[in-house]
C-alpha cells in the first residue's frame, strides 16, 4: 500500500482550470488553497486531518471557505461527508475514496439511490475505483512531476428507472514517492458533464505549489 502522509502545517495552491463540454481547458482566475490545520479524531475517527480550502479570485479576493476532513488508514483514504454534497439531507459518514487493499480497477459501491436535489425524482448511485497510478506536472513554480493514484468516483444517475448518464470525478491522491513528493489529494477532476437532462462544463482543481513542514 502507498505511503501517504499527510502533514499538519502543509499548504498546497491549486489553479483552477474549466473543462468546457467539447474538452478545451480554459484557465481561470481563481486558485483555491488547502491548509492542513490539525490532526485528531474527528466524527469518532482518530488520525483524521482537518484541511481548511479558501477559493480566491486573483482580483477580488476571497470567494469560498470551506474545510473538509480526509484520513488514511490501513490501506484506505477517505473522506467525511461526500453524500452531502448531493443530498444534504443525508447523514453524513466516512466514504471510502481509495482503497488499496483490492486490485486495482476493483469497483465499489459508496452510496446507492442517493436523492438528486436539482432533479426532482432522480437518483444517483456513487461507486469509487483505484483507477490507475499516474503522475502530472504543475503549471507554473518550476513544472514539477506530481506522482499520484487516480480513484475514479461515478456517479449513475437515474429518473424512476430511467438511466440519464454518469458523472465522472477524478480524486488524485499522492504519496510520499519520492519523500518530497506531496502527499493526499493533490488534483481534483470533474469531468464535463453529459447525462440527458443536462450538460454543463467540468472543473480541474490541480496543485502547483506547495510547502510541506
Same mark, same amino acid.
Given at each position: #500500500?502507498?505511503?501517504?502522509?499527510?502533514?499538519?502545517? @502543509?499548504?498546497?495552491?491549486?489553479?483552477?482550470?474549466?473543462?468546457?463540454?467539447?474538452? #478545451?481547458?480554459?484557465?481561470?482566475?481563481?486558485?483555491? =488553497?488547502?491548509?492542513?490545520? #490539525?490532526?485528531?479524531?474527528?466524527?469518532?475517527?482518530?488520525?483524521?486531518?482537518?484541511?481548511?480550502?479558501?477559493?480566491?479570485?486573483?482580483?477580488?479576493?476571497?470567494?469560498?471557505?470551506?474545510?473538509?476532513?480526509?484520513?488514511?488508514?490501513?490501506?484506505?483514504?477517505?473522506?467525511?461527508?461526500?453524500?452531502?454534497l448531493i443530498d444534504p439531507s443525508a447523514t453524513p =459518514?466516512?466514504?471510502?475514496?481509495?482503497?488499496? =487493499?483490492?486490485?486495482?480497477?476493483?469497483?465499489?459501491?459508496?452510496?446507492?439511490?442517493?436523492?438528486?436535489?436539482?432533479?426532482?425524482?432522480?437518483?444517483?448511485?456513487?461507486?469509487?475505483?483505484? @483507477?490507475?497510478? #499516474?503522475?502530472?506536472?504543475?503549471?507554473?513554480?518550476?513544472?514539477?512531476?506530481?506522482?499520484?493514484?487516480?480513484?475514479?468516483?461515478t456517479g449513475d444517475i437515474y429518473l424512476a428507472t430511467?438511466?440519464?448518464?454518469?458523472?465522472?470525478?477524478?480524486?488524485?491522491?499522492?504519496?510520499?514517492?519520492?519523500?518530497?513528493?506531496?502527499?493526499?489529494?493533490?488534483?481534483?477532476?470533474?469531468?464535463?458533464?453529459?447525462?440527458?437532462?443536462?450538460? @454543463?462544463?467540468? @472543473?480541474?482543481?490541480?496543485?502547483?505549489?506547495?510547502?510541506?513542514?
Amino acid at each position: #500500500t502507498p505511503n501517504i502522509n499527510m502533514k499538519v502545517g @502543509a499548504v498546497y495552491t491549486f489553479n483552477i482550470d474549466s473543462i468546457q463540454t467539447n474538452g #478545451t481547458i480554459t484557465p481561470t482566475r481563481y486558485k483555491s =488553497t488547502h491548509t492542513y490545520l #490539525t490532526q485528531g479524531t474527528f466524527y469518532d475517527s482518530a488520525n483524521a486531518f482537518q484541511v481548511r480550502t479558501v477559493t480566491q479570485d486573483s482580483i477580488g479576493g476571497p470567494q469560498a471557505i470551506d474545510t473538509f476532513y480526509v484520513r488514511y488508514n490501513a490501506g484506505k483514504f477517505y473522506q467525511y461527508g461526500i453524500i452531502q454534497l448531493i443530498d444534504p439531507s443525508a447523514t453524513p =459518514t466516512w466514504n471510502l475514496i481509495a482503497d488499496f =487493499t483490492v486490485s486495482q480497477g476493483t469497483q465499489w459501491t459508496i452510496a446507492s439511490n442517493v436523492p438528486i436535489t436539482i432533479i426532482p425524482g432522480g437518483t444517483v448511485t456513487i461507486k469509487s475505483k483505484v @483507477a490507475a497510478d #499516474t503522475a502530472f506536472q504543475t503549471f507554473g513554480w518550476g513544472n514539477n512531476n506530481i506522482n499520484c493514484y487516480r480513484a475514479e468516483v461515478t456517479g449513475d444517475i437515474y429518473l424512476a428507472t430511467s438511466y440519464l448518464g454518469t458523472v465522472y470525478v477524478d480524486y488524485f491522491i499522492g504519496d510520499a514517492d519520492p519523500v518530497t513528493n506531496p502527499s493526499g489529494l493533490v488534483r481534483l477532476r470533474l469531468r464535463p458533464i453529459n447525462i440527458t437532462v443536462y450538460q @454543463a462544463a467540468g @472543473a480541474d482543481q490541480k496543485l502547483q505549489h506547495w510547502t510541506i513542514p
